[in-house]
């Protein structure tokens, strides 16, 4: 499959559908609590995104049977909702994604539910701040490898934590998951050229541990085979047609965070 570049009212289609998934991801951090079940959250994502005037994009696809994907401690990307009761202390990433007249969004999050273990918290920093300095490497004229060699550099120099090697982020517009693959390891300077209309799925998975991961019998479910801890971030980001970045799937579309990086982003789709 070819690399897909859109257009500006393309873009902004791609906007409606990265900001239902952003506000759901909102409702759900918003409504997470011990006691609660993984396929409660479920139903939340599911309401919203109806309500949004959306369709999910992981129901059905390949199979997979819910609106969102939960992973819970071990559990580190693609946990299907169900029975399990969240608990006090747990690591919880919420992985979602929304379809609005063609166009997809894909985020995810992850956080730590009631009394946090300051090592998990320091995980979850750690990954989501990587996340943004893949965003910021990112730029306009950057190699495609250069997102990923900043993942690596930033997690490396925060402490010893795993890099999942097997899976990483993607292109993503008219189907959720396109050319090119995203590695969030690797050295600068390689592949294709980041260029206005591209738009990219960022999404760094980490553990306390081990890098490495085994799927469960479910064949969905990826936990880390030393049962460390994970943890998972996850923004779709494009380069607009000023040359300058715009998170699709933030609220602010990525203001905030990427100010103090010194990355200023596009008004274009504000």
Partial sequence: MAIQIKNIEQLKLMRRAGLLVGQTLELLRESI???????????????????????????????????ICVSVNEEIVHGIPGSRIINDGDVVSIDCGAIIEGWHGDAAFTIGVGTVNPEDQKLMDVCEESMWRGIAAGKHGANLSDIGYAIEQYVNSQGKYGILQEYGGHGIGTEMHQEPHVLNFGRAGQGPEIVAGLALAIEPMITRGSARTKVLKDDWTVVSTDSSRGAHFEHSYVICPDGKPFVLTAIDGGQSDLEHLGIEISSLLM
């Fill in 33 to 67: 609590k011990p006691g609660m079940t993984t396929d409660a959250l479920d139903a939340i994502a599911a309401a919203n995104i109806k309500r949004g005037g959306g369709t999910s994009n992981f129901l059905g696809y390949h199979g997979f049977p819910a609106t």
